[in-house]
Nanobody, 124 residues
Framework: QVQLVESGGGLVQAGGSLRLSCAAS????????MAWFRQAPGKEREFVTA????????WYADSVKGRFSISRDYAKNTLYLQMNSLKPEDTAVYYC?????????????????WGQGTQVTVSS
C-alpha cells in the first residue's frame, strides 16, 4: 500500500505564491508517475501537472503553464508543487496522486493512490 500526505495549502492573495508538498511512503515501485489534481466546489477534479519519477518528464495543464512548477526529491520521497502568480480561479482542494503505469496522465481514474487533499484559497 502507498500513503500520500499533502501539506502546504493555505490562504494567499492574488499574485502570491505557495508551495505544496506530498510525502509518499509504503510500497515502492520501479518507476511511476506522480501528479497534482485539483477540485473546486461544484466542479470535477481536474489535472494540474504530473512528473515521471525516474527521468523527470513533466506535463502541465495549459491553465498553469508558466506559473506552476512540479518537482520531486528522491531522498525525501516527496513531490512538490510550486505555485506562483496565483489567481482566484486557482482556488481548490489540491490532491497528489500516484500511478504505476505509464501512458495517459491527465485522467484521475488511472491513478490508484491519492492523498487526502489540501485547501488552497486565493483571494482577489
Amino acid at each position: 500500500q502507498v500513503q500520500l500526505v499533502e501539506s502546504g495549502g493555505g490562504l494567499v492573495q492574488a499574485g502570491g505564491s505557495l508551495r505544496l508538498s506530498c510525502a509518499a511512503s509504503g510500497r515502492t515501485f520501479s518507476n511511476y508517475v506522480m501528479a497534482w489534481f485539483r477540485q473546486a466546489p461544484g466542479k470535477e477534479r481536474e489535472f494540474v501537472t504530473a512528473i515521471r519519477w525516474i527521468g523527470g518528464t513533466t506535463w502541465y495543464a495549459d491553465s498553469v503553464k508558466g506559473r506552476f512548477s512540479i518537482s520531486r526529491d528522491y531522498a525525501k520521497n516527496t513531490l512538490y508543487l510550486q505555485m506562483n502568480s496565483l489567481k482566484p480561479e486557482d482556488t481548490a482542494v489540491y490532491y497528489c496522486a500516484l500511478k504505476e503505469s505509464m501512458g495517459i496522465v491527465t485522467i484521475p481514474n488511472v491513478y490508484a493512490y491519492w492523498g487526502q487533499g489540501t485547501q488552497v484559497t486565493v483571494s482577489s
